[in-house]
């Protein structure tokens, strides 16, 4: 079967010419043709409607959306999934984290040809010195998509916050245990691009904020253990909506990251 394309992308809510931004985004991810779209930092309020639903328009999607905080001053910010596959169910979770700072998780189940894909969006805490909420965050985000089985591997995508060497991270990729648990994803750029830094947080960005340390790896495509018959095979992946628009404007504070997911065709993801 062919690849599914993915893409997520932190939308950074209403923040600087928004407008101008989202036409940027909808000519990149048009030329990208995705099949699903992670969003975080999605705004929706009167005044506006949903940040995310001209892009959705803009690629023939259906949208999905989970609030995650109603008392920002712009409206809601929350998480989105724009996805070209029809969307069968939907839920979220409260992560762990203090009522100021609050994170979610959600779920929805894609129905593609091959089968029932759950794919999950998260957005975790950004403080720097908050790595041990980042840790209880993806422990519960573990929990979350185990118990939500599919038919095919899930797809877990979303701005972590924290880079490939961190603790959390580590723990997604099965490289050391959290809170008594275990887990495995694979992280579609570095299985991809091992020896790259892969930025989504860079200094090549004017958005990217100087008091907040950039040229960081903040964003990622986490994909469940391949299936026997090859469905779950990272065939690529990339950094993307890294250049500005004609107008010098780039989408976002954050890059984004693409990956395609589908039939094994490369040794290494075939074992």
Known sequence: MPG????????????SDWQARMRVAAAALAALQPDIIALQEVVEAPEIGNQAAGLAKALEGE???DAVDDKSSA?????????????????????????????????????LPAGHLPFFNTHLSWEM?????????????????????GSLPPIICGDFNTP?????????????????????????????????????????NPHAVRWIERNRRLDYIFVGQIRADGWGSILDSRVVLDVPGSDGIFASDHFGVYAEIGVAQKVEEAV
Do not use: C
């Open 63 to 65: 949208l999905a959306y």
């Open 75 to 111: 409206g809601k910010i929350g998480n989105a999934v724009i996805s070209r596959h029809p969307i069968r169910r939907r839920e979220s979770v409260r992560l762990p984290g203090p009522s100021d700072d609050p994170r979610r998780a959600m779920l929805v189940d894609i129905e």
């Open 129 to 149: 010195w908050h790595a041990p909420r980042r840790e209880a965050q993806v422990v519960a985000l573990d929990e979350f998509v185990h118990s939500h089985p």
């Open 164 to 204: 490939p060497d961190s603790a959390a991270i580590y723990f997604m990729t099965g490289r050391m245990g959290l809170a008594g648990r275990g887990t495995y994803y694979r992280d579609a750029w570095g299985r991809r691009h091992p020896h790259e830094d892969g930025y989504t947080w860079s200094d090549r």
């Open 4 to 15: 599914v394309r993915i893409v997520t992308l932190n939308l950074w809510n209403l923040k």
